[in-house]
């Protein structure tokens, strides 16, 4: 079965840091964008950061200056480095290789993806 598989996700008291991991399974993401979505409670699923194959990273207003996205193609991985994390980040994230490809370049705009995975809860709660 071919799927991204996300891990990393806790409680992290406010200003605190987490590393959310996407590892893929059954294919390589070499030629995939992939970007990181959440979704909070009552609210809509959201593109929150994407890597380009080629290593460009882009990322929502909210989180610009605190998340960092990254990979590493021989280990199958794109990473999610969170710090200063704040209760609105709060959510259930996932990670999906964006059903646009040229989305990536803006994924605040990113509505689908493929390859989606259970997803990882994060809690930012004091």
């Not at 993401?29 to 593109?47: M, S, T």
């Not at 990473?79 to 959510?91: E, F, G, I, R, V």
């Not at 290789?97 to 370049?105: D, E, F, S, T, V």
Request: hydrophobic share 30%; with cysteine.
């Amino acid at each position: 079965q071919l799927q991204l598989v996300e891990s990393g996700g806790g409680l992290v008291q406010p200003g605190g840091s987490l590393r959310l991991s996407c590892a893929a399974s059954g294919f390589t993401l070499d030629h995939f964008a992939i970007g990181w979505f959440r979704q909070a409670p009552g609210k809509e699923r959201e593109g929150v950061s994407c890597i380009t194959s080629g290593g460009r990273t882009n990322y929502i207003d909210s989180v610009k200056g605190r998340f960092t996205i990254s990979r590493d193609n021989a280990k199958n991985t794109v990473y999610l480095q969170m710090n200063s994390l704040k209760p609105d980040d709060t959510a259930l994230y996932y990670c999906a290789a964006p059903g646009i490809q040229a989305m990536c370049a803006h994924p605040g705009e990113m509505r689908t993806g493929n390859y989606w995975g259970q997803g990882t809860q994060v809690t930012v709660s004091s």
